[in-house]
C-alpha cells in the first residue's frame, strides 16, 4: 500500500498513476477484443450495433464507475486521517449501499434500454443485434459494481497495484471466452457480451478474495453490516453526484449519438473505431486524474493542505505533457490502429476516423487540466462544482448535434468533445481558484497553530 501523504508528491503521485495506466490500458482492451473480434469475425453491422450501444453503456455503467469512485474518497480521507475503525466503516456502508444501488439500476435499465436504442434512431438494420448485447451487459452490472467497489476501495488506501493484477486476469479469460462463445459456439454479439460479463464477475470474485486475504482495513463482518443512517448519508453525499455527473455527461454523448446515427452505418462504425483509438490515448490523462483524487482524499484527512497545491502543479505538468504527446501519436497513427478493426477497405470509415482524430487529438492538453482539476475537487469534498460542469458538457455536446452535425457532418460532431472539455472548465477553473485560496488559508492556520 502506498501512502501519499509522505514522500516526494511528484514521485508518489507517478508511481500510483503507473498501475492505474496499465489497468484503464486493460480495462479498455475489454472493449478492444469485443471490437476487434466482432469487427473481423461479424462484419461492419455487428460492430455498429455494439458502437451504437456505447453511450447507453456511459450513461449506466458510467454512473455506476462514477458512483463507487465517490463512495471510496469517504475511504481514502478516512485512512489519510489514519481512522482505522472509519476505514472499515466506510467499507460496510460502501457494500449496503452499492448492493441496493444494483438492484435499482439494473431493473430501471432494462426497462428502458430498447426505447432508448428506438429514440437514438438506431438504423433498423442493426437495432435487435444493439438489443442484444446492451442487454446482456445490463444484465451483468452486478459484476461491473463488485470490481468497481473493490478496486476502487484498494486504492482508497494505496493499493494501485492489485486492482491490475486482477483485471489482468479478467482481461484474459474475456478474449478465451469471446473467441469460444462467438467462434465455437456462434453466439454472436450476444457472446461477446456475455464474455464481458463473466470476465468482469471473474476479477470481481478474485478483488474480493485479497480484501478478505491481505487487507485487514477493509475486511467487514456480518456485524459490521448494520444500516448506520448518518454514516450512509455521508456516502451518498459523495456518490451519488459523482455518478450523476457521469450519467449527465453520458446524455450530452446520447444525443450525439443520435445525431450520428442519422449519418449512416459509416460513421457509427468510424466513431466506434476511432473512440477506441481515443479511450486508450486518453488513458493516461484520466489516470492522473484518479490519482489525484486519492492524493487531494489522504492529504485533506491528514491535514496535509500545502501537500495538496504542490501535487496538483506537479500532476498538471506531468499530464498535459502525456496530452501532447499521446495526441501527436493519435493524429499521425490512429488510422493504422482503426485498421484493425474494418480492415484496409473500408475506405470512408477511415476517412471518418482521421477527422475524429484531428478534432480530438490536437486538444488532449485541455482534457488533461480537465481530468486534473474535476478530481482533485472531488477530492476535497466538492461534489457541486463537478455536477455544474458535467451540466456544462451535456449543453455543449447538444449544441454540437443540433448546430454543428447538419452543416459540417461528421466532423461537427467530432468536436462535441472538445465544445464539451471547454465548457467544462470554464465551470470549474473559478472554483478551483476558490479552493486553493482557501486551502492556503488553512495551511497558514496550521503553521501559526504548530
Known amino acids: 500500500m502506498r501512502d501519499l501523504t509522505q514522500g516526494s508528491p511528484a514521485k508518489q503521485i507517478l508511481f500510483f498513476t503507473i498501475p492505474l495506466v496499465i489497468g484503464n490500458l486493460f480495462q479498455q482492451l475489454y472493449n478492444f477484443s469485443d471490437t476487434l473480434i466482432v469487427g473481423q469475425t461479424l462484419g461492419v453491422k455487428a460492430l455498429a450495433a455494439v458502437g451504437a450501444t456505447g453511450s447507453i453503456m456511459f450513461l449506466i455503467l458510467g454512473f455506476v464507475q462514477g458512483f463507487t469512485a465517490g463512495l471510496s474518497i469517504i475511504t481514502a480521507q478516512r485512512y489519510g486521517a489514519r481512522d482505522i475503525a472509519g476505514v472499515r466503516k466506510s467499507m460496510a456502508s460502501t457494500l449496503l449501499v452499492s448492493a441496493i444501488t444494483t438492484i435499482v439500476v439494473t431493473i430501471a435499465s432494462l426497462v428502458i434500454v430498447y426505447p432508448l436504442l428506438k429514440l437514438m434512431q438506431t438504423p433498423a438494420e442493426i437495432l435487435n443485434q444493439a438489443f442484444i448485447f446492451i442487454a446482456i451487459i445490463l444484465a451483468g452490472i452486478f ?3 463488485g470490481y468497481n467497489v473493490t478496486a476502487n476501495a484498494l486504492r482508497a488506501v494505496g493499493d494501485s497495484r492489485s486492482p491490475l493484477i486482477y483485471l489482468i486476469i479478467g482481461m484474459i479469460a474475456n478474449i478465451i471466452l469471446e473467441l469460444w462463445f462467438i467462434l465455437g459456439l456462434k453466439l454472436g454479439v450476444g457472446g461477446a457480451a456475455l464474455a464481458t ?3 468482469q464477475l471473474i ?3 478474485f478483488s474480493f478474495w485479497h480484501i478478505y486475504k491481505y487487507s485487514p482495513l477493509l475486511q467487514v463482518s456480518r456485524s459490521d453490516l448494520k444500516w448506520d443512517s448518518k454514516d450512509i448519508r455521508i456516502h451518498l453525499h459523495a456518490g451519488l453526484p459523482m455518478g450523476f455527473q457521469s450519467s449527465i455527461i ?3 454523448a446520447l444525443v450525439l449519438q443520435g445525431a450520428l446515427n442519422t449519418l449512416g452505418t459509416d460513421a457509427v462504425a468510424a466513431t466506434t473505431a476511432a473512440q477506441r483509438i481515443d479511450q486508450v490515448a486518453t ?4 489516470s492522473f486524474g484518479i490519482t ?3 492524493f487531494a482524499a489522504q492529504n485533506y484527512g491528514a491535514k496535509q493542505f500545502d501537500r495538496i497545491l504542490v501535487g496538483v502543479k506537479q500532476a498538471l505538468f506531468m499530464s498535459m505533457g502525456f496530452g501532447l504527446f499521446m495526441g501527436i501519436i493519435e493524429i499521425l497513427f490512429g488510422d493504422l490502429a482503426v485498421m484493425l478493426f474494418v480492415g484496409s477497405g473500408q475506405h470512408e470509415v477511415l476517412n471518418l476516423a482521421q477527422q475524429y482524430f484531428w478534432a480530438n487529438g490536437a486538444f488532449y492538453y485541455i482534457l488533461s487540466a480537465l481530468f486534473i482539476i474535476r478530481y482533485v475537487l472531488q477530492g476535497l469534498n466538492d461534489a457541486k462544482t463537478p455536477t455544474y460542469a458535467g451540466i456544462a458538457e451535456l449543453i455543449m455536446r ?4 443540433v448546430v454543428l452535425v447538419g452543416p459540417f457532418g461528421f466532423f461537427g460532431a467530432s468536436l462535441a468533445n472538445v465544445l464539451a472539455w471547454a465548457g467544462s472548465l470554464v465551470v470549474m477553473i473559478p472554483a478551483y481558484r476558490k479552493i486553493v485560496k482557501n486551502l492556503k488559508q ?6 501559526a497553530e504548530q
Open 283 to 286: 488513458l493516461p490523462l484520466m
Open 398 to 401: 447538444t449544441v454540437a448535434a
Open 250 to 252: 453520458a446524455i450530452g
Open 203 to 205: 476479477s470481481t470474485v
Open 143 to 145: 459484476a461491473t459494481m
Open 442 to 447: 488553512q495551511t497558514n492556520v496550521s503553521i
Open 197 to 199: 460479463v463473466l470476465a
Open 292 to 294: 489525484m483524487a486519492t
